[in-house]
């Protein structure tokens, strides 16, 4: 009994889908690690860019595909522009980190070019900050003189 069991439930397990995650985050940026050391909380950290082009990366951070962040109805959502794989490289500074500035998750089943694909993401922030792979701080999207930027809200 036991063995027809774990046959079913091999079967059953064969047949649900498989859905998996990929990060949604702006293009990473240079930012000083002085400035980064004295990050605090309700700090302001000005966008470089108007426009909320995304990249969205697979786990060994490599780009999977890049689009427009934006909201669907009330629902945060990425518009896919392009389903390409390439690798990110970045340069090594004494100076200056790369910022990693990740808006949420998408489902990779969803990522065909031309689709609104809805972001989930944090219910208190709209944004995780990283280096590298260490978490640094939360934020909340703002508009400060007609310009994007990042209110640290929580800081670790």
Not at 83 to 107: M, P, Q, T
Not at 113 to 141: C, F, S
Request: hydrophobic content about 40%; glycine content about 6%.
């Amino acid at each position: 009994m036991p063995e027809a069991q774990a046959e079913q439930l091999i079967v059953m397990m064969n047949r649900a889908p498989v859905l998996s995650r990929l990060e949604v985050c702006l293009p990473p940026f240079e930012v000083k690690i002085s400035s980064l050391k004295k990050l605090a909380e309700g700090d302001l950290l000005v966008l470089p860019t108007q426009q909320f082009e995304v990249i969205i990366f697979e786990e060994s951070n490599r780009i999977a595909a890049q689009g427009l962040y934006g909201t669907s109805g009330s629902t945060p959502s990425v518009l896919v522009k392009e389903s390409r794989r390439k690798a990110i490289s970045s340069d090594n500074s004494k100076k200056y980190e790369y910022l990693k500035i990740s808006l949420g998750e998408v489902e990779k089943k969803d990522l065909i070019q031309g689709n609104i694909v809805k972001l989930h993401r944090d219910e208190m922030y709209d944004a995780t900050l990283y280096i590298g792979k260490n978490l640094i701080a939360y934020a909340r999207l703002v508009k400060v003189d007609k310009k994007t930027a990042l209110q640290i809200g929580e800081v670790k």
